[in-house]
């Protein structure tokens, strides 16, 4: 009976995710660009509307710098949850890779192909509607297996981590960056009831389960025998991310395109200052995790 409950909540978790993208994700790419995600600022940098892009690229670049890739370039890679695809190309394009990419949306997968191919790297890039929790792919195919941004969405972290270490090729780099919760005490069970209530008024806004800590993560992956496992907070990093984001919803540009596009973004709209709250009060943490798939 248990599972059967959690099927239909996950399920219903999935349809609001895909459908939260569908309606939101044409807002983003028109005000944002490429990159569903937060950029990489030096921290108590002032930056200007315009430079935001830019530190988008710099998130991206500073998580392979973390992980090391420079060292062994990826040659096939997988980003799971792939938005329309900025990622996919950047990598593809960077590394001369074949790059795979996964999404709930089919508004956002359709995107995906369409840029690739004005970009002219359809031969290179290719996107498809799946679930992350279950990916359509072989064991060990991919040198690179990158999670931008999507871990939050995941209802079961432990299946999503044994995912991206089963698409992993022997000697592979896994890659997740992630929003969570703080670590917590040792002498702490639980988060306490306000924190609770927080988080809880976000995932209701952007459709995300239960949240996890890096620690949580950290010992998912251990318990797979992964190697090189290494974490950071890059929380201070991402600060001027969500004012960024507020000030460009309350240009005429955004208002326009929030009122036209759906309750559903509206919604999540109304919820960044949720964001700023939490990562301020310590309790939300921009996470990245990054490991290698033992060679033998």
């Known amino acids: ?65 973390f992980a090391s890739i420079s060292d062994d370039p990826p040659r096939q890679i997988v980003d799971v949850g792939c938005g329309i695809g900025g990622s996919s190309r950047y990598l593809a394009r960077k590394y001369g890779a074949r790059c795979q990419g996964i999404t709930l949306s089919p508004v956002q997968a359709q995107r995906a192909q369409a840029l690739a191919a004005a970009q002219g790297l359809g031969d290179k890039v290719s996107f498809q509607v799946a679930d992350a929790l279950d990916q359509p792919f072989q064991d060990g195919q991919f040198d690179l297996v990158w999670s931008m941004e999507s871990g939050e969405h995941m209802p079961d972290k432990t299946k999503f981590v044994n995912e991206l270490a089963r698409v992993a090729a022997p000697g592979g780099t896994i890659i997740i960056v992630t929003w969570c919760h703080r670590d917590l005490s040792p002498s702490e069970e639980s988060l306490r009831p306000e924190e609770k209530e927080l988080l809880n008024k976000i995932c209701n806004a952007f459709y995300l389960p239960a949240w996890c800590s890096t620690t949580d993560y950290v010992k998912l992956l251990e318990s797979l025998s992964l190697q090189d496992i290494k974490a950071a907070d890059w929380s201070e990093n991402v600060a001027p991310f969500w004012p960024a984001v507020i000030k460009s919803a309350l240009t005429w540009k955004g208002i326009t395109s929030l009122l036209r596009s759906g309750w559903k973004t509206i919604k999540g709209a109304l919820a960044m200052p949720l964001m700023i709250e939490g990562y301020k009060k310590g309790l939300i943490k921009f996470a990245i995790i990054t490991c290698r798939k033992p060679v033998s």
């Open 1 to 65: 009976m248990r599972t059967a409950v959690n099927a239909a909540a996950n399920e219903t978790l999935q349809k609001g995710i895909a459908e939260f993208y569908d309606e939101s994700s044409g807002i983003w790419e028109n005000v944002w660009g490429d990159h569903m995600h937060h950029g990489f600022y030096e921290p108590d940098s002032s930056v200007s509307l315009s430079d935001h892009r830019s530190a988008q690229i710099r998130m991206i670049e500073e998580a392979l710098r």
